[in-house]
Nanobody
Framework: QVQLAESGGGLVQAGGSLRLSCAASGRSLSNYPMGWFRQAPGKGREIVAAVARNAGSTYYTDSMKGRFTISRDNGKSTVYLQMNSLEPGDTAVYYC?????????????????????WGQGTQVTVSS
């Protein structure tokens, strides 16, 4: 069993930056593909970024490319989401997720149904 805990959310002005962290307890994250999702009020949960077990294999939703960076530190069992040039449209609850079963080192997963463990979420609010 893996427990995930997000931190680093908060209130920031448009154009600002935040770094979200997702710390795991119970097991090392090294064998888990990871993802960051977000859910804005009244909307469904959407993928933000994903990283394979191989930290060099990553995915970003088009609107996040060039602004967000996902990374992982397996030694610390932590995954990060660096968010720059934040916009009011980025306001949402951000969740990290881990997938238990894997197929290859370089595969990442984009669908929330493909993940087995979730954190409680952290609120990000971007003011204009």
């Amino acid at each position: 069993q893996v427990q995930l805990a997000e931190s680093g959310g908060g209130l920031v002005q448009a154009g600002g930056s935040l770094r979200l962290s997702c710390a795991a307890s119970g097991r090392s994250l090294s064998n888990y593909p990871m993802g960051w999702f977000r859910q804005a009020p009244g909307k469904g949960r959407e993928i933000v970024a994903a990283v394979a077990r191989n930290a060099g294999s990553t995915y970003y939703t088009d609107s996040m490319k060039g602004r967000f960076t996902i990374s992982r530190d397996n030694g610390k069992s932590t995954v990060y989401l660096q968010m720059n040039s934040l916009e009011p449209g980025d306001t949402a609850v951000y969740y990290c997720a881990a997938r238990r079963t894997v197929s290859s080192l370089s595969r990442y997963y984009l669908n929330e149904n493909e993940y087995d463990y979730w954190g409680q979420g952290t609120q990000v609010t971007v003011s204009s």
